[in-house]
Nanobody
Framework: EVQLVESGGGLVQAGGSLRLACAAP????????IGWIRQAPGKEREGVSC????????YYADSVKGRFTISSDKAKNTVYLQMNGLKPEDTAVYYC?????????WGQGTQVTVSS
């Protein structure tokens, strides 16, 4: 079973920055789309951003455009989410997933808390 590992979450003040990382020991992201999804208490999961490992095309939710940047380091087999200008409404558990139809692998999530 492939297990993705997220890191980089934490507590930050509004306006601050965090960088999340998603790694998969023993697994390569080739031909997968790697995404970041978040879930805040009492809310539905929201797709935040994703990147294609084949052509590096990216997607961002409107709520994070201009503030978040997704990138990949193929040598390290790691995908990053640089989060700048954080807002209290960004508070959530952030999950990464790796998707290549019909398979999706998930990580356990990392908590991001933004204080006002």
């Amino acid at each position: 079973e492939v297990q993705l590992v997220e890191s980089g979450g934490g507590l930050v003040q509004a306006g601050g920055s965090l960088r999340l990382a998603c790694a998969a020991p023993g697994f390569t992201f080739d031909e997968y789309s790697i995404g970041w999804i978040r879930q805040a208490p009492g809310k539905e999961r929201e797709g935040v951003s994703c990147i294609s490992s084949m052509d590096d095309r990216t997607y961002y939710a409107d709520s994070v455009k201009g503030r978040f940047t997704i990138s990949s380091d193929k040598a390290k087999n790691t995908v990053y989410l640089q989060m700048n200008g954080l807002k209290p409404e960004d508070t959530a558990v952030y999950y990464c997933n790796a998707e290549k139809w019909p398979t999706t692998y998930w990580g356990q999530g990392t908590q991001v808390t933004v204080s006002s």
